[in-house]
């Protein structure tokens, strides 16, 4: 099995390039091409800000291309790609093209797009029809995930699309189409009040599972954190993975735990997230 991260933690602060490059002497086998700087978006405002980042300006393709080559020239490569979100703004459905095109630029064959979280099977089916033809021309699949909403009342996670197995499922039949498949978030799945739990999706996603966001959490807080830090069950994933020929990459999404280091000693942050990752992979393998 081999590794990959999400590279956005890292490049907010060292950028893209230079994420790319030590991405790759950590020991990863692949990168994750983080895209949610395309979008400048605030949650308090609700509306998409200025920014001057490359993937929003015309030369969006040449950037997305020059962090192929430097992976390349490191030896690895993209593996798959994560969308700007939310999805219920326009502005940023309207960069899901894009997000493709840069995918497959990259190199990538997995592109992950959240759906609505409060939306249905059905209504968020029209979003990926919209957008199958055009990942098709590009070589690209797309990835939904499973999603979550918060209760302040009960101060717990609460149901979203593709939260339970159920409805992940039928996120799926809904569109039933090779080129649209399954990415598991293992925290998602495993905080209280309204994930099924990583191990029962699994086994209920089968061979439609094809991509993975990997990190820990509290099984209540989404806290992206490295696994075998807090209390998820790693065995019982592995274990369930292992029941299902699981055939994709073991990819890591703790971005919150590079917070803890400072820019100088990020580099020491990506290595511990590879040696996590390899320790997981080795346990699929064994």
Request: glycine letters at 6%; one cysteine or more.
């Amino acid at each position: 099995m081999k590794t990959s991260t999400e590279i956005g933690s890292a490049a907010r602060r060292i950028g893209e390039e230079k994420t790319v490059e030590l991405v790759a002497k950590a020991g990863f086998d692949a990168w994750d091409f983080s895209m949610f700087a395309m979008c400048n978006y605030s949650w308090s405002k609700g509306l998409l800000l200025e920014t001057d980042h490359p993937l929003a300006s015309d030369n969006y393709l040449s950037f997305a291309r020059r962090l192929k080559h430097i992976g390349l020239e490191n030896g690895i490569h993209c593996n798959q790609s994560h969308a700007p979100f939310p999805c219920y703004c326009k502005e940023i459905r309207d960069h899901f093209k894009r997000a493709i095109e840069c995918t497959a630029e990259a190199g990538g064959k997995i592109c992950i797009i959240h759906p609505d979280n409060n939306k249905s099977a059905a209504e968020n089916a029209e979003m990926y029809f919209e957008l199958l033809p055009f990942a098709k021309e590009h070589g690209v699949i797309i990835a939904t995930e499973n999603m979550w909403n918060w209760s302040s009342a009960k101060n717990e996670s609460s149901f979203a699309a593709c939260s339970t197995s159920e409805s992940f499922n039928e996120h799926l039949y809904a569109v039933n189409d090779d080129h649209f498949v399954a990415c598991l978030d293992i925290g998602h799945a495993e905080m209280r009040g309204s994930g099924s739990g990583a191990e029962e999706m699994i086994l209920a996603l089968g061979n439609r599972l094809k991509a993975l966001h990997v990190h820990d959490n509290d099984r209540w807080h989404d806290s992206h954190q490295l696994p075998f830090t807090m209390d998820i069950d790693f065995d019982k994933v592995i274990n369930a993975l292992k029941k299902i020929s699981y055939d994709g990459y073991m990819t890591l999404e703790a971005d919150s735990y590079l917070g803890k280091f400072a820019d100088g000693d990020i580099f020491e942050g990506i290595k511990n997230m590879s040696r996590c990752a390899r320790i997981l992979a080795d346990k699929f393998e064994n």
